[in-house]
């Protein structure tokens, strides 16, 4: 774990420099049009360049909400909690308002739904001590548990901001974080929503509350095209309760790498 730990390190103190983040402010309309606040950056790997909406937001730090099943998917696949992403997750029988969370899921299908009881069942069966060390392992956002196993990623404990979950799917695509590259593997693979001849398209979304109640939406992934990978996160934030985040946060994301002239097939 040590190497993993300098390794990680060196890239999170060496990514960001005045050379190579590019500030995009034009990005803005995107997210005016639905009158929220966000962020959005995003890493081409093959220049090394990121280009980053609201600097400031990028480094600050939010609870992850779902997209923290990465981790817990992750850590659970690794210390064997469950085998594979096909494995089911029995359902409580605690009926929810969302009806696909109401049943038996695999891995993958819980991942795809994000059902919330499932993953926090696959939490309690990690356990406390487990849990905590992968945290401290990853450097994973500010690495605050708070009291409950299963929704300190979900009750603003846990912080995490859009740069460091940049770092983070970078690290998954790649298969260089401290788990099993089957693993990494099979997480990758449940985090695809499109695959065609022109690109790839990968993500984890998440929704909660800030701690002053606002709504909060995230979508951290990759796009791919001609074999060039580019990761990106991001926020946004709305007073609005009634806000549609689902569609919201995946229409700015649609519109902003529409404009950066992805899904074309020449980036």
Known sequence: ?????????????????????????????FFDEFNVDGTFAMFDNSRGQHVIYNLKRDTT???????FKIVNAL??????????????????????DQADWNKDLTLAEAFNVSSVPHFQQLARSIGRDTMRAWLDSLSYGDEKMGPNIDSF???????????????LVKMLYFKQLPFR????????????????????LAYKTGWGKTDSGNELGWIIGWIEENRHVYFFAMNLESSDHTIDMKRVREKILKNILTKQGFFQGKM
Not at 79 to 87: C, K, M
């Open 1 to 29: 774990m040590r190497n993993w730990i300098v390794l990680a390190s060196i890239w999170l103190l060496g990514s960001c420099t005045v050379n190579n983040v590019e500030e995009d402010d034009s990005l803005k309309v």
């Open 75 to 96: 850590i659970a696949l690794q210390t064997g909690r469950i085998t594979s992403d096909s494995s089911i997750i029995k359902w409580d029988g605690v009926v929810r």
């Open 153 to 167: 990623w979900l009750d603003n404990s846990l912080k995490i901001s859009a740069d460091a979950q940049v770092w």
């Open 61 to 67: 730090r939010f609870m992850p909400a779902s997209t």
């Open 181 to 200: 590259a089957s693993v990494q593997e099979q997480v990758k693979r449940m985090m695809i929503k499109e695959n065609n001849t022109i690109y790839q």
